[in-house]
């Protein structure tokens, strides 16, 4: 009986550190503001501030992180971001000022920027090749399930316990697991354990299976892909994307409960589309490996442009069910993709630090995306306009992302 793969339980152990920092150190932050509210008398403003200092946090702290893998190895970054996270939520449950508050969004996103997911996709670039897809989108769905799971346990907690403990808790959630898998699963390549990728074995070993030599990293140096056109069109594609995507998010509760849907129906809808992207990261995955990424990804970002279109007719009913699909499946396979098309694009030489940066690009588009859709409602009075430009950025990204090409230098 053929030996299961190593790479299976990288797979395996990214999927629960991704569970676990994710869903706590991003879909569950949401549920603690109406109880600072309510302790402290601060203005929804006032905290939402924090979240926007955490989405800077961890545009800013991406391509850093490449480069400190490179210096210090996978496993030593990911194990200090998970007691840097742990820190920032101590933080957390002792804070008394606003300030305070701000300070430890901060320190929670600088810790999850370092254990989630430029280290995350990295691993699985290393290990896997020929069926990368497979690997990033099992992996990935762990993003969908951490915030399935721990929104609803943060919030029990909450209710029971207090806000206090419950940061408590999440903390202790982080760096528990996170450092019992690194310490027993967590290899930063199969070059370090004598494999190759995917498992194959070297066109040059001896009959008798034992492998001979272990695989170079190839790909292009960081300033050989930053100089290609294949960085640039990436980049465009991705600040489109992220400006799309969330400024939907951002928007779609009250873009909802502005046209009579009650609060409870607006959750519902986008907590629908979350499960759906599990799906959406799972099959997206596979099908790429089989298709070829770049257009897959075409018809992803087309999905996601499709739930923009959709919601301008979100009075009627059907449109919430057309946008939790087409959104959900869309927006968890293009974010399956956007890895596999660094590694198309670039290799692994210096995976880490391209990753990096286009991460940058997409959080200036995220950032972007809700403030300006924001202000055309302020000045139209409703949404219509605000998803036009959503649209066409939308399908700027759907076209644009099929003239990408591996660079030839």
């Keep these: 009986m053929k030996k299961l793969f190593y790479g299976w339980w990288i797979v395996v152990g990214c999927f629960f550190i991704l569970v676990v920092s994710v869903g706590a150190g991003l879909y569950s932050l949401p549920i603690f503001l109406v109880p600072l509210q309510e302790h402290f008398g601060w203005s929804r403003t006032s905290i939402s501030i924090g979240a926007a200092i955490a ?10 992180v490449g480069v400190i893998i490179e210096r210090f190895g996978m496993r030593p970054v990911m194990f200090v971001g998970s007691l840097i996270m ?3 939520f101590l933080g957390y449950a002792s804070i008394m000022t ?3 508050f701000w300070l430890a969004s901060g320190i929670v996103a600088i810790g999850l920027s370092m254990v989630a997911f430029v280290p995350v996709q990295t691993l699985i670039s290393y290990w896997f090749s020929r069926r990368r897809g497979v690997a990033m989108g099992l992996t990935l769905a762990g993003i969908g399930l951490g915030g399935l799971t721990l929104v609803p346990i ?8 207090g806000w206090r403990i419950a940061y408590m808790a999440l903390g202790i959630a982080i760096v528990l697991p996170v450092s019992i898998i690194l310490l027993l699963v967590v290899r930063d390549s199969p070059s370090a354990m004598g494999l190759w990728p995917d498992g194959d074995v070297s066109k040059t070993q001896p009959g008798d299976g034992v492998i001979s030599e272990v695989p170079e990293i190839l790909g292009l140096e960081f300033g050989e892909a930053i100089r290609s056109s294949a960085f640039w069109i990436l980049t465009v594609v991705v600040f489109a994307v992220s400006f799309t995507t969330f400024g939907i998010v951002q928007h779609l509760s009250a873009l909802l409960t502005d046209i009579g849907y009650t609060p409870a129906v607006a959750a519902s809808t986008l907590g629908s589309a979350i499960g759906l992207s599990v799906i959406g990261r799972v099959v997206s995955g596979a099908l790429s490996d089989r298709f070829g990424t770049q257009w897959i990804c075409s ?6 442009t499709l739930s923009a279109a959709v919601l301008l007719w979100a009075d009627h009913r059907w449109v919430l069910i057309a946008f939790s699909l087409s959104f959900g499946l869309g927006l968890g396979g293009y974010n399956v993709l ?4 660094v590694g198309m694009c670039f290799g ?3 995976f880490s630090k391209i990753l990096g ?6 959080t200036i588009g995220s950032s972007l995306g809700p403030l300006v859709v924001g202000m055309l409602f302020d000045v139209h009075g409703d949404y219509r306009i605000a998803l036009l430009v959503l649209i066409t950025l939308g399908v700027v990204g759907m076209i644009t992302v099929t003239f990408i090409r591996r660079p030839m230098i």
């Excluded at 940066?357 to 997409?362: G, H, Q, S």
């Design 55 to 64: 989405s800077i946090s961890l545009g800013l702290m991406a391509p850093w």
């Design 86 to 88: 742990a820190f920032g």
């Design 98 to 100: 606003l300030w305070h």
């Design 154 to 161: 943060t919030g029990m907690v909450i209710s029971i316990y």
């Design 299 to 304: 018809i992803l970002v087309a999905l996601i």
């Design 338 to 341: 956007l890895p596999l098309l």
């Design 348 to 350: 692994l030489k210096a």
């Design 357 to 362: 940066v286009v991460i940058l690009a997409a």
